[in-house]
């Protein structure tokens, strides 16, 4: 279960479906942690919405197309990492 | 009394939702003709507002508000909404009725909104818009209970369609009749944990009163597996790209032609009128190489802006802006540009005023100054004349390994240069400018395909039209007078023998200016030629067949390169290219920076850096050129 529970968004591949644990934001260079949770909450990221994985960019696999419940966003991998998930099979 | 006094006032309603939301179809569709954009005072948000009549025949002043996911404003534009919405904007009374606008196809966020709205106290009501592609898709909503549980009046809407609009128009009517007053309650930004929790109960909202299909538009599933496939995406990407470039030159070839025609027709006829001599000849001077040359120089580009600006539109509203921004978003990125940033600077190809304009998509300032200040070094059409003259005259006509044309390669080079400078120069913005500012993650919503409808692409395509149209008849008209003054005042006395250019103002700097020009091998005619270009580059080159005492005609051009080849050496030839690859040589752009950004600053900043660049460009290739034995 544990295993499970430190799954992230940002290192998910296409295809990847699943559940979102919790949002565990880290300092990383780009926008302070507090802000980064607001913003990906204001984009629909909270605890219990479904995640699959559509699509990734052509170099390192970077941005990726994330299906969110009724909605499709555009994230960079940096920024999914804080998006912690529980795959479902 | 009180119903005439409320239709004498106007009843004030504002659109607020989150983009995508299908908001500007609406108040399109509610508006129609009847409405204006400019921009908010001292800042360069676009302002759309509209009236409109009810059923119940009151009017309505109806306001269009940048999309935003939050009150909580991150950008200009989203500040704007906030301002407006919480009645703290001076000048925008609070508006008596807002609506916000949420998609019927993608509730979470719009119910968000809602429950985040109905905090400040503002008389609301909620639209489902977009209520038919909902329908469509087999997405069923309790609007009587979503009303119940939200505690507001819901009503839904098509924008697209005839009489798709009639209840939230009849909600006008009812609301205007009460016009309740409402305290403005204090508002202070949600944290995490608040927003959080209004999700949630948006989540919950949705989980009562809506019933969806689990699956998604067809339509986007299967094109999306193609435009956003890793290398089919940028194969199609390449292709969107090629047939907007091929629109932009060609399509717009004979409609320039016939401007330019025009112009210099208008030019004759009023040249025939008046005398060469006196004061009357200076008004001549004024009317046709000032005014009317200076207007229909910047006209000659309107029709590849609409050309361009049709296209922008088009791929806009049907939702494949976001896909190119989410294709372009890692290379980009290398540069510290935004997704976004791609577009703009693509238009610049064409003219960087179109460009700098069209920046206006990037939400975010810094990425959004950064793009603008880039824009002008993509090499523009007004450059080509000039390159094609001195690569015409200097660049031997011959092929390289057997099979590459010399002088296609030079062209060529001289573009590859421009970019590679773009994304060069951007890359220093960043780290020197905007070192300690954290740059904005790419978090877009990619909103699914729709057909754009007429309409709306009419409206936009109108507004921006009218927005070039206003810039050419003020601040780049003004900035011609002045480049028509220095180069024709004074006038040349009586029985003169040199060229009238040779007594003016222009003369007098391009000679001043010589001395600092001579270590990049420019000589006083080109100094002279530099400073009428300032008003359009193409034109630096009648300046020069000016100074070198060609008479001009339409085949001029040719006769100018081989006096030039006997003239400059090869090495001042390609300082000169290098020069014009970088050189700020273009008073409407600068216009528009300083326009666009709102400071006359960041204008001078542009003209200033570019300037450095290309004296360096050029110092550098005239230097090499001479030590290789080119001088």
């Known amino acids: 279960m544990s295993l499970l529970i430190t799954a992230h968004l940002g290192s998910a591949r296409p295809g990847f479906r699943g559940r979102i644990l919790g949002l565990r934001p880290l300092p990383s260079g780009g926008l302070d942690p507090e802000e980064l949770e607001r913003r990906l909450i204001e984009l629909g990221f909270v605890e219990g919405a479904l995640v699959e994985i559509l699509h990734q960019g052509l170099f390192g696999g970077d941005p990726i197309a994330i299906r969110l419940q009724s909605a499709t966003i555009a994230l960079r991998r940096r920024e999914a990492a804080a998006i912690l998930v529980e795959p479902l099979t | ?631």
């Open chain 2, 1 to 631: 009394m009180n119903e005439l006094s409320a239709t004498q006032q106007g009843f004030s309603v504002a659109l607020v939702g989150n983009p995508n939301c299908g908001k500007t179809a609406l108040f399109n569709a509610l508006t129609g003709s009847h409405q204006r954009a400019a921009n908010y005072p001292g800042v360069t948000v676009e302002r759309k507002v509209g009236t409109l009549a009810t059923p119940g025949r009151r009017q309505v002043r109806l306001t269009d508000l940048p999309g935003t996911y939050s009150l909580r404003a991150r950008s200009p534009d989203e500040a704007i909404t906030r301002d407006i919405v919480l009645g703290q904007r001076r000048g925008e009374p609070r508006p008596d009725l807002l609506v916000c606008v949420a998609d019927a196809t993608n509730l979470r966020l719009g119910l968000r909104l809602v429950l985040e709205l109905k905090r400040t106290g503002v008389p609301l009501l909620l639209s489902l818009n977009m209520i038919d592609i909902a329908r469509h898709r087999g997405i069923e909503i309790d609007l009587e209970r979503l009303s119940a549980e939200l505690g507001l009046p819901v009503v839904t809407s098509v924008a697209v369609r005839r009489g798709g609009t009639a209840a939230l128009l009849a909600e006008f009517d009812s609301q205007s009749a009460r016009r309740p007053e409402t305290p403005s309650s204090p508002w202070t930004a949600p944290d995490a944990a608040e927003l959080r929790a209004l999700q949630r109960e948006a989540d919950r909202l949705v989980a009562v009163a809506v019933r969806v299909p689990d699956r998604r538009d067809a339509l986007t599933r299967r094109l999306d597996s193609v435009v956003l496939h890793p290398v089919g995406g940028i194969v199609v990407l390449l292709a969107v790209l090629f047939l907007m470039f091929q629109a932009v030159f060609a399509w717009a070839e004979p409609v320039m032609d016939l401007i330019d025609g025009s112009f210099q027709a208008l030019g004759v006829l009023v040249g025939s009128l008046l005398p060469e001599e006196g004061w009357l000849g200076l008004l001549r001077s004024f009317l046709q190489d000032g005014l009317i040359a200076g207007v229909g120089g910047v006209l000659v580009f309107l029709p590849q802006i609409l050309i361009l600006f049709l296209f922008i539109l088009l791929l806009e509203d049907f939702g494949y802006m976001a896909r190119a921004a989410f294709l372009m978003d890692r290379i980009m990125g290398g540069a510290g540009l935004h997704g976004r940033a791609f577009i703009p600077l693509l238009s610049s190809f064409a003219c960087a005023i179109p460009g700098i304009m069209a920046t206006r998509v990037i939400d975010n300032r810094r990425d959004r100054l950064a793009t603008i200040l880039v824009a002008p070094l993509m090499t523009c059409s007004a450059r080509i004349p000039v390159y094609t003259l001195i690569i015409a005259a200097f660049i031997p006509d011959q092929k390289v390994w057997g099979w590459i044309g010399l002088q296609g390669l030079v062209m060529f080079g001289l573009y590859a240069v421009g970019i590679l400078s773009a994304l060069g120069m951007s890359f220093v913005f960043r780290r020197l400018l905007w070192r300690r500012e954290a740059s904005d993650p790419f978090m877009l919503e990619l909103p699914d395909y729709k057909w754009p409808r007429v309409r709306d692409v009419a409206i936009g395509l109108w507004q921006r039209a009218r927005a070039f149209l206003r810039r050419a008849g003020t601040i780049i008209l003004a900035m011609m007078m002045v480049i028509w003054f220095l180069s024709s005042v004074p006038r040349p006395p009586e029985g003169a023998t040199q060229p009238a250019i040779e007594y003016s103002f222009a003369y007098s700097i391009g000679t001043a200016v010589e001395p600092v020009l001579r270590p990049i091998g420019f000589n006083w005619q080109i100094g002279v030629a530099l400073i009428p270009g300032m008003a359009a580059r193409e034109v630096a080159v009648a300046a020069l067949g000016t100074v070198y005492s060609i008479e001009a005609s339409d085949d001029d051009s040719a006769e100018l390169g081989s006096a030039l080849s006997g003239k400059w050496s090869l090495a001042t030839a390609l300082a000169f290219l290098a020069w014009y690859i970088f050189a700020p040589q273009c008073a409407a752009t600068l216009a528009v920076i300083r326009r666009e950004t709102g400071s006359r600053g960041w204008a001078w900043f542009t003209f200033g850096y570019m300037l450095v660049l290309a004296y360096a460009a050029a110092f550098v290739t005239f230097q090499t050129a001479s030590f290789l034995g080119a001088g």
